[in-house]
């Protein structure tokens, strides 16, 4: 079947000259003395936040050294939408909000002083196939713009490239053991199986019911990526999903090789010891490592939150892996679980990181990027050496808890050479979805489907 057409609509290259006659204005403060951002919105979509870096009047060469800003991901029907036009709607376009002073709210005001709006104007025909530019390049921002040199210049790309993406649904919630559909247009096409099992603790073989002996995975694995050994208090271990292709075989699987536990005195599995899965793919007659995706409850606000992390583990070796995605999802809200390389430097975390010798960092940080020229809007990824992991990668949709969950899975066409490739990305969403079960408090009760052999209670 053929692929789902999108749009990746990105904005970067952000940057804003000031001149010094504007110190002497009362209503604004100077950026060179305070931090400057930027709220990115577009019809439909949740606004983003971007940083923008000040630059002296003096510069004359743009700096080398950029992040992309912000990412819009449009599917045929956001396009349609957007393009729909009436008497009470225009032309879309991209609307920039600039701010000085720092980005966040207090007691829901928010901090930042509006220095000046900018507005793109999108023509957004026939970017399914080729590339479109929209602007590239200095504008004449906030008052007097563009009527005398005392005006503050903002720099920005904005450009929509072709994504085509491969999108599958659960046609039921992953512990139900569903089929998934290929989703094109109108068109949905079955194109593999699940089966989800739950191992008993005399099960040592980490096995599903529905694999073949020969199939089934080496405890050298357990060893390296995950825990084996018996826990006190409440944990929950022995779960795994296997994917299936129409002719029976399995193509990938997901399996809990570090149980979820609950921290000492808490009913919450917590981020210092979370628990973890191991992404598999068949090959040489067993199963090899593809990825490894860690899971916690994180305490938020009024509600708490699903962290994770996932990173890559090259040619299924037991050494270094690399950091692909680490966010978190609302459980309440659920949300949206993503591979995206390239984008906002809060968004995307790329480091390397030792099995044994934890990670790299302990949050969220700057992705290296390589360096566009002269503001062309050719952003760098530096993904060294797996830069084949860029741009968009994959999504999954993720239910908050107590929700019903079908998760819907959009993979870009560019990591996908069979359908082979495409289920390792399915067994990744369901082990995410399945994680948002598996770090519930434990002072909630399961459904049966997972309560079975899956929960000691100390």
């Known amino acids: 079947m053929d692929p789902c057409p999108f749009i990746r609509l990105t904005i970067g290259n952000l940057a804003l000259k000031v001149p010094l006659a504007a110190k002497t204005t009362s209503s604004v403060v100077h950026p060179s003395s305070s931090p400057c951002f930027c709220k990115i919105k577009l019809k439909n979509f949740p606004p983003q936040t971007a940083a923008i870096p000040y630059i002296p009047l003096e510069t004359t060469q743009f700096p080398e050294i950029q992040t992309l800003a912000a990412t819009f ?3 045929n029907s956001d396009i349609e939408r957007l393009a729909s036009r009436s008497i009470f709607t225009s032309k879309p376009c991209l609307k920039i909000l600039i701010y000085t002073g720092r980005a966040g709210a207090a ?3 928010h901090s930042g002083r509006l220095l000046a709006k900018v507005s793109v104007p999108l023509d957004l025909a026939g970017t399914q196939s080729k590339p479109c530019v929209f602007h590239n390049g200095w504008i004449s921002v906030g008052k007097g713009a563009g009527k005398s040199s005392s005006s503050a210049q903002f720099h920005l790309n904005v450009k929509a490239e072709p994504d085509p993406r491969f999108v599958f649904q659960f046609d039921g919630e992953p512990e139900c053991s569903p089929q998934v559909v290929q989703i094109q247009g109108n068109i949905r096409q079955p194109v593999f199986t699940c089966k989800f099992s739950c191992r008993t603790t005399g099960d040592r073989t980490m096995r599903s019911r529905s694999l073949p002996p020969e199939t089934s995975v080496p405890r050298s694995w357990l060893n ?14 022995g779960w795994s999903i296997t994917v299936h292709n129409l ?3 399995p193509v990938a699987m997901a399996s809990i090789v570090t149980p979820f536990v609950a921290s000492p005195g808490t009913d919450r599995v917590s981020r210092s010891n979370p628990g973890s899965w191991l992404i598999l793919r068949p090959g040489d007659g067993t199963w090899k490592p593809w990825g490894r995706l860690e899971a916690w409850r994180e305490r938020g606000g009024a509600t708490d939150g699903l962290g994770y992390r996932f990173e890559l ?13 680490e966010s978190t999802i609302s459980s309440h809200r659920g949300g949206k679980f993503s591979i995206e390389l390239g984008s906002s430097p809060t968004s995307n975390v790329n480091r390397t990181r030792s ?23 050719d952003y760098g990824y530096g993904l060294w050496p797996w830069s084949v992991y860029k741009g968009f990668v994959m999504s999954a949709s993720v239910e908050g808890e107590g929700k019903c969950s079908k998760p819907c899975v959009e993979v870009s066409v560019q990591h ?12 990744l969403s369901a082990a995410i979805d399945l994680s948002m079960d598996a770090c519930r408090l434990f002072n909630q009760r399961m459904r049966k489907e997972l309560c079975q052999h899956s929960e000691s209670l100390s």
Request: glycine letters at 24%; hydrophobic letters at 25%; proline letters at 6%.
């Open 416 to 427: 996908v050479s069979c359908m082979e490739d495409a289920a390792a990305y399915v067994a």
């Open 355 to 377: 099995r044994r010798g934890g990670s790299g960092g302990s949050g969220g940080g700057a992705s290296p990027v390589n360096s566009p020229r002269g503001g062309s809007g």
């Open 107 to 109: 007691c829901g005001v």
């Open 247 to 249: 002719s029976g075989s």
């Open 313 to 325: 583990i090259p040619d299924g070796s037991s050494g270094a892996g690399i950091v692909l995605a």
């Open 73 to 75: 991901h449009l599917s």
């Open 224 to 237: 390296s990526f995950g825990s084996e050994r018996e826990r006190p208090g409440k944990e929950r271990k």
